[in-house]
């Protein structure tokens, strides 16, 4: 089975612009969870989707959201950019089979803003 | 506050020593993870432990878990220059699949 796939890999916005994220899932997993990683504030979650249906939120402004689609492949888009917006973005993948799910990640894009 | 404290935050030995490093978490879990990270890449999944379990192994991997304490640990044993990266434990506190992570151990594996 193809593994969780991220494009694109490597982006540079400028402030103020806006950028789209896209994220496979593996082949079955339903479940897609998007964490930010930046070396001041490590791994955070943004959301989770299951279903077509934003399931969890974390502590981000609503400049960054997402959406599922029916194949269960996810985007994020993070609007206005910012300079701390810069970080590498990794998606998530899980079975959703019940209760421990292992999550599968993406190799992440990394995104520069200046 | 932050979820999953890794402790030590920087590692070096000689290949084929052991490497061991904690990690502290906060609140009930039902499972905690450890992850490994080469390079700013993505996160490569190594072991899951439930909060029903005290240890499990995986190859060259040991993990202990110790819910009274709220700590885990990760053995890497007969460690090889392949096992240089970054290893993150992560606990699911914030509710399923919201991963809440520890701020990672930088392991480097000298040849």
């Known amino acids: 089975k193809a593994g969780v796939t991220q494009t694109p890999r490597y982006l540079i916005k400028t402030r103020g612009q806006q950028v789209t994220l896209s994220c496979s899932p593996i082949s079955g997993h339903r479940s897609v969870s998007w964490y930010q990683q930046t070396p001041g504030q490590g791994l955070q979650f943004l959301f989770e989707?299951?279903?077509?249906?934003?399931?969890n939120k974390g502590n981000f402004p609503g400049r960054f959201s997402g959406r599922q689609f029916s194949n269960s492949r996810s985007e994020m888009n993070v609007s206005t950019l910012e300079l701390g917006d810069s970080a590498l973005y990794l998606c998530?993948?899980?079975?959703?089979?019940?209760?421990?799910?292992?999550?599968?990640f993406g190799p992440g894009t990394r995104l520069t803003v200046l | 506050s932050q979820q999953g404290e890794e402790d030590p935050q920087a590692l070096s030995i000689q290949e084929g020593e052991n490497a061991t490093m904690n990690c502290s978490y906060k609140t009930s879990i039902n499972n905690l993870q450890w992850y490994r990270q080469n390079s700013g890449r993505g996160l490569v999944h190594l072991i899951l432990i439930r909060s029903n379990e005290r240890e499990k192994h995986s190859g060259r991997l040991r993990v202990t878990l110790d819910t009274s304490k709220k700590s885990s640990s990760l053995l890497i044993t007969a460690s090889r220059a392949a096992d240089t990266a970054s290893y993150f434990c992560?606990?699911?506190?914030?509710?399923?699949?919201?991963?809440?992570f520890g701020k990672g151990n930088q392991v480097v594996v000298i040849p």
């Open positions: 992560a606990t699911d506190a914030g509710g399923n699949n919201r991963l809440a």
């Open positions: 989707y299951f279903s077509e249906t934003q399931r």
């Open positions: 998530a993948s899980s079975l959703e089979r019940g209760a421990p799910d292992t999550q599968y």
